[in-house]
């Protein structure tokens, strides 16, 4: 059983815009959305807290938003005016209030074309 159901990738030109989502079966505490390019390793893109706290990679700061939805225990990826570097597959990571709970999703590919 999946507990992070991931969405939203695809195939975009650059300066484009897609919309990821990340649906948890439990409350999170922390979501953080990861990515992994091609050759290259996984870095941190972006964080949310329960209270809404925000944490971005510099390279995407005024360029894309985090944001959840805790009656539906979901978090956001809004991710405008794409570029080629932001291709790679990204990755869903929530983190539970017990120390125990923290999941991974399946993964989605993002693709910007030049």
């Known amino acids: 059983q999946e507990q992070l159901v991931e969405s939203g990738g695809g195939l975009v030109q650059a300066g484009g815009s897609l919309r990821l989502s990340c649906a948890a079966r439990i409350a999170i505490n922390w979501f953080r959305w990861y990515r992994q390019a091609p050759g290259k390793e996984r870095e941190s893109v972006a964080a949310i807290t329960s209270g809404g706290t925000t944490n971005y990679l510099d390279s995407v700061k005024g360029r894309f938003t985090i944001s959840r939805d805790n009656a539906k225990n979901t978090v956001y990826l809004q991710m405008n005016n794409l570029k080629p570097d932001d291709t790679g597959i990204y990755y869903c990571?929530?983190?539970?209030?017990?120390?125990?709970?923290?999941?991974w999703g399946q993964g989605t590919q993002v693709t910007v074309s030049s």
């Open positions: 990571n929530a983190q539970g209030y017990s120390s125990a709970s923290n999941y």
